[in-house]
């Protein structure tokens, strides 16, 4: 699984990385990195529910 | 499936409602009055305050706010009949630098204020926040009596948000007043201009600090923006000056109001008051649930900048738009249960911080402050009982939805020698 982050539509709420530390890294300003970001079999549930969590709906998660 | 026309042309006449956000009857009805608009009228148009629309459904509302070429936040103070008056209806008498701006000199101020409001920087914050409410806590643990608002809820973050600030911590009563006020009054009334007065004077105040902090080293963000650059320029002192008193504003009272009032569902709720005693696992999830259910901050306006249809409603250029966040977050397409408080619900997409590029700049903060000091009550009074009939709750929930103060009784507890922090 992949991991991709609109940085367009990111708006910095943060509640990606409040689930998922281990997925989703933030920039100084506190807004998430991840660009096709692979994520390994073990942290694909922790990535799911960081995406699901986004009130912007910015982040893609791919095969 | 057959489709109305009038619902893709916005033709036919809009729904027309009197809506006042400020008026005691809002207040005390607000969950009834946005559950009905929901279900009646969720693009309706008010006359009051020369006619605005009022955006209640969840998709209404986030197309409003993240469209921000045809719902601009602009605010004309040169010319009032410029329709565009920033995003208080009616408009704030001070200019709120920068959320009434749009892109793209919007980004710029954003992006300079984002590292002092990051994750990061709240986390490196907490253990002055801590320091703080086991300080405060001290001075009423020992009395079994205490008010959530005027002894916590209030001082705790007006003292974080002097010291992000950078501002001399003993003054922090001087800040934190006429920001209540503000909120707690409607706008444009007399209690609201005195306060906006007193305001104006701590502007002045404030700006006297700038030209020494033009070159000479110091913490805090009214540093960091006298040394700063817009497009190459420095900001004016009064720019810093406006900068730092919506910082406080959004500081002081918003996060406030989100304690006072779970404190006060949690006294009716003894069953969830438990559960989160006993698992400090739920605070994440239940800190979202309680932005959404209360939206401390219950709605913030726009102004249409050209034609366009929104939720079958016909909208002209120049219309001002009040989003309503209170409604939106109890939106049944979005939220199953929405008049239930689920702690545990997930997920929870509440626009109470806002979406898209104004999403409230203090975010980080204000859950940060919120959990330390609901954990600090729920460790140190656990069984406090709160004096309804002696709480009061703000005369206008306009601007914010929350109390003036809220009395409280506990079992006493020993103090545990915490001073507050310098």
Sequence with gaps: ?63 | MSVDPSVETGAGTPPSIEFDHYTPEYRDNWREISDTNLSKCPVAHSSTYGGFWLVSDYASVSRVIRDDATFTSTHNMEDPEDPRQGIVIPPNPMLQVPMEFDPPLYNVYRRMLNPYFSPTAARALEPFVRQAVDAFLDKVCATGRMDFVLDLGNPVPALATMKLAGLPLDDWQTFAEPMHGIVSNPAGGPEYLRCMNALQQLGGALGALVPRLRDEEADGLLSGLAKATVNGERLSDGEIVLIALLVMQGGVDTTTALLSNTLWWLQDHPEQRQRLIDDPSLMEHATEEFLRIFTPVPALARTATEDVVLGGQRMRAGDRVLMSFAAANRDPEVFDDPAEAKLDRFPNPHTSFGLGIHRCIGSNYARSWFQIMLRGVLDRMPDYTIDRSAARRNDSIGIINGFVNMPATFTPSEPRGVELPA
């Design chain 1, 1 to 63: 699984m992949r991991v991709t982050v609109d940085r367009e539509r990111c708006s910095g709420h943060v509640r990606c990385a409040a689930l998922a530390p281990e997925v989703y890294q933030l920039d100084e300003e506190g807004y998430a990195i991840a660009d096709a970001q692979f994520v390994p079999a073990e942290r694909q549930r922790a990535a799911e529910r960081g995406a699901l969590a986004c009130p912007e709906q910015a982040i893609a998660l791919t095969p």
